[in-house]
Protein backbone atom coordinates (compact mmCIF):
# COMPACT_ATOMS: atom_id res chain seq x y z
CA UNK A 1 0.00 0.00 0.00
CA UNK A 2 2.86 1.83 0.86
CA UNK A 3 4.73 1.41 -2.37
CA UNK A 4 1.36 2.42 -4.34
CA UNK A 5 1.19 5.21 -2.68
CA UNK A 6 5.00 6.66 -3.38
CA UNK A 7 4.29 5.36 -7.03
CA UNK A 8 1.42 7.93 -7.17
CA UNK A 9 3.39 10.86 -5.63
CA UNK A 10 6.37 10.62 -7.57
CA UNK A 11 3.79 10.82 -10.83
CA UNK A 12 1.88 13.78 -9.66
CA UNK A 13 5.42 15.45 -8.84
CA UNK A 14 6.61 15.08 -12.71
CA UNK A 15 3.57 17.01 -13.55
CA UNK A 16 4.67 20.28 -13.60
CA UNK A 17 7.34 19.39 -15.68
CA UNK A 18 5.27 17.34 -18.18
CA UNK A 19 3.18 20.48 -18.49
CA UNK A 20 6.17 22.56 -19.23
CA UNK A 21 7.10 20.33 -22.10
CA UNK A 22 3.37 20.83 -23.58
CA UNK A 23 3.43 24.08 -23.88
CA UNK A 24 6.67 24.82 -25.59
CA UNK A 25 5.81 21.75 -27.75
CA UNK A 26 2.94 23.60 -28.55
CA UNK A 27 3.99 27.22 -28.74
CA UNK A 28 6.78 26.12 -31.59
CA UNK A 29 4.05 24.30 -33.65
CA UNK A 30 1.19 26.43 -33.30
CA UNK A 31 3.58 29.46 -34.03
CA UNK A 32 5.47 27.42 -37.09
CA UNK A 33 2.22 26.85 -38.38
CA UNK A 34 0.73 30.43 -38.26
CA UNK A 35 3.86 31.40 -39.99
CA UNK A 36 3.82 29.22 -42.69
CA UNK A 37 0.30 29.51 -43.40
CA UNK A 38 0.42 33.33 -43.48
CA UNK A 39 3.66 33.31 -45.75
CA UNK A 40 2.39 30.85 -47.94
CA UNK A 41 -0.90 32.49 -48.58
CA UNK A 42 -1.12 35.50 -51.20
CA UNK A 43 -2.40 38.83 -49.97
CA UNK A 44 -4.29 39.20 -52.70
CA UNK A 45 -5.80 35.91 -53.81
CA UNK A 46 -7.16 37.15 -57.57
CA UNK A 47 -3.15 37.97 -58.03
CA UNK A 48 -2.48 35.98 -60.90
CA UNK A 49 0.72 35.56 -60.04
CA UNK A 50 1.30 31.55 -58.95
CA UNK A 51 0.92 30.42 -55.45
CA UNK A 52 -0.09 27.40 -55.16
CA UNK A 53 2.87 25.98 -56.35
CA UNK A 54 4.97 27.37 -53.66
CA UNK A 55 3.30 27.51 -51.46
CA UNK A 56 1.71 23.94 -51.02
CA UNK A 57 4.56 22.30 -49.28
CA UNK A 58 4.28 25.26 -46.38
CA UNK A 59 0.32 24.55 -46.06
CA UNK A 60 0.73 20.74 -45.83
CA UNK A 61 3.80 21.36 -42.87
CA UNK A 62 1.07 23.62 -41.50
CA UNK A 63 -1.57 21.38 -41.54
CA UNK A 64 0.80 18.41 -40.23
CA UNK A 65 1.68 20.60 -37.13
CA UNK A 66 -1.75 21.63 -36.19
CA UNK A 67 -3.04 18.15 -34.54
CA UNK A 68 0.53 18.00 -32.65
CA UNK A 69 -0.01 21.60 -31.37
CA UNK A 70 -3.89 21.10 -30.59
CA UNK A 71 -2.50 17.92 -28.49
CA UNK A 72 -0.12 19.51 -26.81
CA UNK A 73 -2.52 22.39 -25.61
CA UNK A 74 -4.53 19.73 -24.08
CA UNK A 75 -2.11 18.48 -22.39
CA UNK A 76 -0.88 21.86 -21.02
CA UNK A 77 -4.67 22.06 -19.75
CA UNK A 78 -4.68 18.93 -18.09
CA UNK A 79 -1.35 19.48 -16.26
CA UNK A 80 -2.30 23.09 -15.53
CA UNK A 81 -5.73 22.14 -13.66
CA UNK A 82 -3.73 19.52 -11.66
CA UNK A 83 -1.20 21.97 -10.80
CA UNK A 84 -4.17 24.25 -9.16
CA UNK A 85 -5.63 20.91 -7.25
CA UNK A 86 -8.19 21.72 -4.71
CA UNK A 87 -7.31 25.48 -5.00
CA UNK A 88 -8.98 25.46 -8.39
CA UNK A 89 -12.13 27.41 -8.47
CA UNK A 90 -15.29 26.08 -10.35
CA UNK A 91 -16.52 29.42 -11.74
CA UNK A 92 -13.06 30.52 -13.12
CA UNK A 93 -12.70 26.67 -13.34
CA UNK A 94 -15.49 26.02 -16.05
CA UNK A 95 -14.60 29.56 -18.17
CA UNK A 96 -10.70 28.79 -17.87
CA UNK A 97 -11.76 25.39 -19.51
CA UNK A 98 -14.30 26.22 -21.85
CA UNK A 99 -12.51 29.11 -23.46
CA UNK A 100 -9.50 26.83 -24.20
CA UNK A 101 -11.75 24.61 -25.70
CA UNK A 102 -13.45 26.93 -27.70
CA UNK A 103 -9.86 28.06 -29.11
CA UNK A 104 -8.52 25.02 -29.72
CA UNK A 105 -11.67 24.02 -31.59
CA UNK A 106 -11.57 27.41 -34.03
CA UNK A 107 -8.27 26.56 -34.48
CA UNK A 108 -9.00 23.50 -35.52
CA UNK A 109 -11.61 24.68 -38.18
CA UNK A 110 -9.21 27.44 -39.83
CA UNK A 111 -7.14 24.90 -40.85
CA UNK A 112 -9.70 22.67 -42.25
CA UNK A 113 -10.18 25.44 -44.24
CA UNK A 114 -6.60 25.93 -45.00
CA UNK A 115 -6.88 22.48 -46.06
CA UNK A 116 -10.06 23.61 -48.64
CA UNK A 117 -8.30 26.56 -49.80
CA UNK A 118 -5.57 24.77 -50.94
CA UNK A 119 -7.66 22.09 -52.36
CA UNK A 120 -9.60 24.56 -54.61
CA UNK A 121 -6.16 26.70 -55.61
CA UNK A 122 -5.30 24.07 -57.99
CA UNK A 123 -8.18 24.32 -60.09
CA UNK A 124 -8.25 27.27 -62.33
CA UNK A 125 -10.96 30.07 -62.69
CA UNK A 126 -12.66 32.90 -61.54
CA UNK A 127 -14.81 31.22 -59.50
CA UNK A 128 -11.81 29.19 -57.98
CA UNK A 129 -10.10 32.68 -57.26
CA UNK A 130 -13.07 34.09 -55.26
CA UNK A 131 -13.57 30.92 -53.19
CA UNK A 132 -10.08 31.08 -52.32
CA UNK A 133 -10.34 34.91 -51.28
CA UNK A 134 -13.49 33.56 -49.01
CA UNK A 135 -11.57 30.66 -47.70
CA UNK A 136 -9.15 32.90 -46.59
CA UNK A 137 -10.96 35.80 -45.13
CA UNK A 138 -12.81 33.25 -42.65
CA UNK A 139 -9.49 32.26 -41.73
CA UNK A 140 -8.33 35.72 -40.80
CA UNK A 141 -11.73 36.06 -38.82
CA UNK A 142 -11.66 32.88 -37.40
CA UNK A 143 -8.12 33.20 -35.94
CA UNK A 144 -7.70 36.92 -35.49
CA UNK A 145 -11.25 37.72 -34.35
CA UNK A 146 -13.07 34.95 -32.83
CA UNK A 147 -10.12 32.80 -31.19
CA UNK A 148 -8.12 35.25 -29.92
CA UNK A 149 -10.73 36.12 -28.08
CA UNK A 150 -11.48 32.97 -26.75
CA UNK A 151 -7.42 33.30 -25.77
CA UNK A 152 -7.72 36.28 -23.94
CA UNK A 153 -10.56 34.90 -21.78
CA UNK A 154 -8.55 31.83 -21.33
CA UNK A 155 -5.73 33.81 -20.06
CA UNK A 156 -7.58 36.03 -17.72
CA UNK A 157 -9.34 33.18 -15.89
CA UNK A 158 -6.24 31.36 -15.15
CA UNK A 159 -4.96 35.16 -14.45
CA UNK A 160 -7.37 35.52 -11.67
CA UNK A 161 -7.05 31.55 -10.18
CA UNK A 162 -3.13 32.78 -9.91
CA UNK A 163 -3.89 35.59 -8.47
CA UNK A 164 -6.23 34.54 -5.73
CA UNK A 165 -4.10 31.38 -5.02
CA UNK A 166 -0.60 33.19 -5.34
CA UNK A 167 0.33 30.17 -7.50
CA UNK A 168 2.40 32.25 -9.77
CA UNK A 169 4.43 35.57 -9.14
CA UNK A 170 2.85 38.87 -9.55
CA UNK A 171 4.48 40.11 -12.19
CA UNK A 172 3.47 37.02 -14.53
CA UNK A 173 -0.10 37.61 -13.52
CA UNK A 174 0.33 41.68 -14.75
CA UNK A 175 1.66 40.83 -17.46
CA UNK A 176 -1.00 37.86 -18.27
CA UNK A 177 -3.49 40.71 -17.82
CA UNK A 178 -1.79 43.07 -20.03
CA UNK A 179 -1.43 40.28 -22.94
CA UNK A 180 -4.99 39.20 -22.20
CA UNK A 181 -6.35 42.87 -22.40
CA UNK A 182 -4.66 43.76 -25.78
CA UNK A 183 -6.03 40.41 -27.53
CA UNK A 184 -9.60 40.98 -26.24
CA UNK A 185 -9.51 45.00 -27.46
CA UNK A 186 -7.35 45.04 -30.51
CA UNK A 187 -8.47 43.78 -33.53
CA UNK A 188 -6.00 43.38 -35.86
CA UNK A 189 -5.17 41.10 -38.21
CA UNK A 190 -1.25 40.85 -37.87
CA UNK A 191 0.65 37.74 -38.00
CA UNK A 192 2.23 38.98 -34.55
CA UNK A 193 -0.92 39.44 -32.97
CA UNK A 194 -1.92 35.96 -33.33
CA UNK A 195 1.70 35.17 -32.05
CA UNK A 196 1.36 36.78 -28.80
CA UNK A 197 -0.75 33.76 -27.40
CA UNK A 198 2.01 30.72 -28.12
CA UNK A 199 4.46 33.12 -26.59
CA UNK A 200 2.52 34.22 -23.40
CA UNK A 201 2.28 30.03 -23.41
CA UNK A 202 5.93 29.80 -23.72
CA UNK A 203 7.04 31.86 -20.87
CA UNK A 204 4.47 30.41 -18.66
CA UNK A 205 5.78 26.69 -19.50
CA UNK A 206 9.32 28.12 -18.83
CA UNK A 207 8.56 29.48 -15.72
CA UNK A 208 7.23 25.48 -14.65
CA UNK A 209 10.36 24.87 -15.54
CA UNK A 210 12.65 26.44 -14.27
CA UNK A 211 10.43 26.41 -11.02
CA UNK A 212 9.90 22.58 -10.99
CA UNK A 213 12.09 20.61 -8.74
CA UNK A 214 11.27 23.85 -6.07
CA UNK A 215 7.87 22.77 -6.32
CA UNK A 216 8.48 18.82 -6.10
CA UNK A 217 10.69 19.63 -3.19
CA UNK A 218 7.79 21.15 -1.50
CA UNK A 219 5.04 18.66 -1.96
CA UNK A 220 7.51 16.05 -1.05
CA UNK A 221 8.30 17.74 2.37
CA UNK A 222 4.46 18.57 2.73
CA UNK A 223 3.75 14.87 4.48
CA UNK A 224 6.51 15.37 6.85
CA UNK A 225 5.32 18.74 8.38
CA UNK A 226 1.96 17.53 9.04
Same mark, same amino acid.
Given at each position: ?62 ? %?? $? ?5 ? =????? +?? &??? @?? #? ?58 ? %?? $? ?5 ? =????? +?? &??? @?? #? ?60
Amino acid at each position: MAEMQREKQIRRLRTPRSAAVAGIVFAAFFSASLVLLHTALPADPFDETPWVGSGETRIKTAL %VL $APFAGIA =FLWFI +GV &IRD @RL #GDLEDRFFATVFLGSGLLFLAMGFVSMGVAGGVLAIARHSGSSADEIVYFGREIMLQINH %VY $ALRMAAV =FMISL +GT &IWL @RT #GLMPRFLVVTTYLLALALLLVVSFSLWTTLAFPAWVLLVSIYILVTGRRLRAARSEAPQER
